[in-house]
Structure formats: structure tokens, C-alpha cells
């Protein structure tokens, strides 16, 4: 079983940056990917970006040079540094998590992951 819990979300001016964070409980988190997800009012869910067990990174095209996703072993952590923020990307960021075998199967699909955080809401200004 592992829990997330996302940190770092609030409301910033476009072109800002913010990271948020992604605390995982359970000793075998650093054996499985993790991703992150956004989703707007009225819209699916989307996919942003994705960090395999060993460090390999994927990335929707629109956030490509403006994100980077990262994760600590040491601190059980998974991040997002997002910066040139843009007001549509206002949405609720979620982290989510899953065993490295179901990871190979979609890494930008929501149904690979098992574990998902409860939600952080970033607000960006025009």
C-alpha cells in the first residue's frame, strides 16, 4: 500500500514557477513510477508528466522545456518544478504511483497507475 500526499500547490502570476511535491508512504516506493496528472473544471483528466523507478522521464508536448519532473529516494519524494506557467494550466495536480511492471503499459494513461494523491490546486494569473 502506498499513500501520496501532494504539497505545493497556490496560486501564482503567468510565468511564475512552482513545485509541488509528492510524499509517499511505504518502503517500496522507490520500485515504482510515478506521475502527474492535472485536471480543470468541466475536463478529463491529463497527463503531464511521468518518472519511471529508474529515472527515465516523459512529458505531455505542452509542458516540454517549462517542467521537470524529479524524485528523491532518500526523502520518499516525488517533485514537479514547473515553471513559464500558463493561465490554462489553472487545474487541480494530482501525483499518482504504480508498480514498474503496470508503468510499461502507459505511462500517460490514469488507469496504469494504482495510488493516486488526494489533489493540489494551482491557480495561475493572467
Known amino acids: 500500500q502506498v499513500q501520496l500526499v501532494e504539497s505545493g500547490g497556490g496560486l501564482v502570476q503567468a510565468g511564475g514557477s512552482l513545485r509541488l511535491s509528492c510524499a509517499a508512504s511505504?518502503?517500496?516506493?522507490?520500485?515504482?513510477?510515478m506521475g502527474w496528472f492535472r485536471q480543470a473544471p468541466g475536463q478529463e483528466r491529463e497527463f503531464v508528466a511521468a518518472?519511471?523507478?529508474?529515472?527515465?522521464?516523459y512529458y505531455t508536448d505542452s509542458v516540454k522545456g517549462r517542467f521537470t519532473i524529479s524524485r528523491s529516494a532518500a526523502k520518499n519524494t516525488g517533485y514537479l518544478q514547473m515553471n513559464s506557467l500558463k493561465p490554462e494550466e489553472t487545474a487541480v495536480y494530482y501525483c499518482?504511483?504504480?508498480?514498474?511492471?503496470?508503468?510499461?503499459?502507459?505511462?500517460?494513461?490514469?488507469?496504469?497507475?494504482?495510488?493516486w494523491g488526494q489533489g493540489t490546486q494551482v491557480t495561475v494569473s493572467s
Open positions: 511505504g518502503r517500496t516506493f522507490r520500485t515504482y513510477a
Open positions: 518518472i519511471s523507478s529508474g529515472g527515465d522521464t
Open positions: 499518482a504511483a504504480t508498480p514498474a511492471a503496470l508503468y510499461l503499459s502507459g505511462p500517460s494513461t490514469p488507469g496504469t497507475y494504482v495510488y
